[in-house]
């Protein structure tokens, strides 16, 4: 099994830098997931790890072998990188059936005819295609041609399999099902893999680690968990589906939680989740809807302690549950409770509510936007599809 190690990359269209100094490590035997938004460098970092873009400067290596590093003029060509790779469109060739399309690679490999059959059989059984093997690709739904693509990567033993958004072209379902296999299939190839996704259910269900990037740069690397319950900035949070995420102010720290002041006034609000900041500092305190509690504020008017009061914007059926969007103190604060929540009744839009950061449900992020907001201005893609050989 082969780590794979990009250290310092550098890489340019014209005068647009896409990704600087970037690094990265899989560990052998790894699915490590690229995940974030349209055009922020994902494709280019598989096509540099395949040798299908040069970068102006860095190191990759694939186990211990320097595939790439333009100042001591090291390139390796594709081909010799032991690299299965599955593009977003699959690239299958058209003209080839199924069989011919995955014994391709081996072909390039000059493996002799017999063990040629015997492999590619086998792969194709693995991935359930083994029945259309003499089918024209043109002949398949997308979901048979991406379990194609997977076969033509997997089939020579790669040591590394790279792949770029291979599901976005398949419905909800098929989507959920072939994540699945594609983790087994990784899992028996003993390959490391780098996975690239901007959808962080994807991402969260399918690696061991996640590396989320914002124009090149990489924000956090974490296990799915952490990811997913702790990002490290209000990008993160926001790209793994925090819904709300409010300004506040440091106001007390003790015994390893923090308390922060809403700008909407309401508070203190208290977790021990997050960034630790000393009293004064401005942080963004990040929920989720469904941790957050809500309730009317009826006759009596009064929110409980640390609540903020507000009024209901819109009550949304949200399959099983119910969305609350409420304005508070300012701020727009989005609950989902269980369709009986909030004490049995549904609360109507209109009415008066509090919102309640139960302790520890919500997380202290860093606000790195204000100091990136020319950046995010940029329009995010003029993004040319990209494609490549095997
Ligand atoms: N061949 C190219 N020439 C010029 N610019 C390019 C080229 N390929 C990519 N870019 C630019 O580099 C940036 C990163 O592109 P890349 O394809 O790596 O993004 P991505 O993260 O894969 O996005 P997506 O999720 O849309 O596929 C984009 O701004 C894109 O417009
Ligand atoms: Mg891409």
Not at 116 to 126: D, G, K, N, P, S
Not at 136 to 150: D, I, K, Y
Not at 155 to 166: G, K, N, Q, S, T
Request: hydrophobic share 40%.
């Amino acid at each position: 099994m082969s780590a794979v190690e990009l250290v310092g990359l550098r890489k340019s269209y014209g005068n647009v830098t896409v990704l600087d100094d970037f690094s990265l490590r899989a560990n052998p035997g790894e699915l490590v997931t690229l995940l974030g938004p349209s055009g922020c460098g994902k494709t280019t970092t598989l096509r540099c790890i395949a040798g299908l873009e040069r970068a102006e400067s860095g190191e990759i290596r694939i186990g211990e072998r320097l595939v790439a590093c333009p100042e001591r003029r090291v390139y390796l060509p594709p081909n010799r990188r032991d690299i299965g790779m599955v593009f977003q469109s699959y690239a299958l060739w058209p003209h080839m059936s199924v069989f011919a399309n995955v014994a391709y690679p081996l072909r390039v490999r000059r493996r002799d005819r017999r063990d040629r059959h015997r492999a590619v059989m086998e792969i194709l059984a693995m991935v359930g295609m083994d029945r259309f093997a003499q089918r024209p690709v043109t002949e398949l739904s997308g979901g048979q041609q991406q379990r194609v693509a997977l076969a033509r990567a997997m089939v020579a033993r790669p040591a590394v399999l790279l792949f770029d958004e291979p599901l976005s072209n398949l419905d909800a379902k098929l989507r959920r099902s072939m994540r699945r296999e594609i983790r087994e299939a990784h899992d028996r190839s003993g390959a490391t893999s780098i996975y690239v996704t901007h959808d962080q259910e994807e991402a969260i269900t399918l690696s061991d680690r996640v590396v989320v990037i914002r124009t090149g740069t990489i924000q956090q690397v974490g296990t799915p968990r952490e990811i997913y319950t702790e990002p490290a900035t209000r990008f993160v949070a926001d790209f793994v589906g925090f819904e709300n995420l409010l300004t506040a102010t440091v106001s007390e720290v003790r015994d390893g939680s923090t308390g922060v002041q809403l700008k909407s006034g309401a508070g203190p609000v208290w977790t021990s989740k997050g960034i630790a900041r000393a009293p004064g500092t401005e942080v963004v305190l990040a929920a989720r809807a469904d941790e957050l509690e809500i309730g009317s504020l009826g006759a009596r008017g009064e929110p409980p302690a640390a609540a903020i009061a507000g009024v209901i914007r819109s009550r949304t059926y949200a399959g099983g549950r119910v969305e609350y969007l409420v304005e508070a103190g300012g701020a727009r604060v989005v609950v989902r409770t269980p369709e009986a929540g909030a004490g049995g009744s549904l609360l109507d839009a209109g009415g008066g509510a509090w919102v309640r950061f139960p302790a520890d449900a919500a997380v202290l992020v860093d606000d790195e936007n204000a100091e990136r907001a020319p950046q995010e201005a940029e329009p995010a893609a003029e993004s040319v599809p990209v494609q490549g050989a095997t």
